[in-house]
């Protein structure tokens, strides 16, 4: 009888959570609030993808900006840039301001959807939301963003 009741402690004590089950399952709170904000869309050609874009909207996740700024992650096919010859980012249609340098205190990379092999920039706009982002191909067509 002890025995079999030593081998039910055990297992139940086996079975047990643990608290150290790793950084997959703890509690983010920048990465859930950046997920709430972040959209992504890619243009795509005969199932082959020609860009992808993807927009975090920054300022309610940092007080910093005073002006709608966004960080915006940008693959394609021509120089891997956000505007070139193929490609254009308007948001709202109004003016934006691009700069490839990003402050240390935007913890881009551990973001949604970040990947190593796409350039980021902080885009800002004098516009007020909602927020309609539109990533336009002169042959492939575009990808739009909705961002409140």
Request: hydrophobic share 40%; aromatic share 14%; with cysteine.
């Amino acid at each position: 009888m002890r025995k079999i009741l030593a081998f039910l402690m055990l297992l139940f004590l086996g079975c047990s959570v643990k608290d150290s089950l790793g950084p997959a399952f703890k509690h983010d709170p920048l990465y859930e609030k950046a997920l709430a904000h972040t959209k992504r869309c890619q243009i795509l050609n005969s199932l082959e993808t020609k860009a992808i874009i993807d927009a975090t909207y920054l300022n309610p996740l940092y007080k910093q900006f005073k002006t709608p700024t966004f960080l915006v992650g940008v693959y394609n096919e021509f120089n891997n840039t956000i505007n070139n010859v193929e490609f254009n980012l308007t948001i709202n249609n109004q003016p934006i301001e691009i700069n490839s340098s990003i402050p240390e205190f935007v913890l881009y990379k551990e973001f949604p959807f970040y990947n190593s092999w796409m350039n980021y920039y902080l885009v800002r706009v004098k516009s007020k939301p909602p927020f309609k982002i539109i990533y336009h191909s002169k042959h492939w067509g575009e990808c739009e963003l909705l961002l409140k």
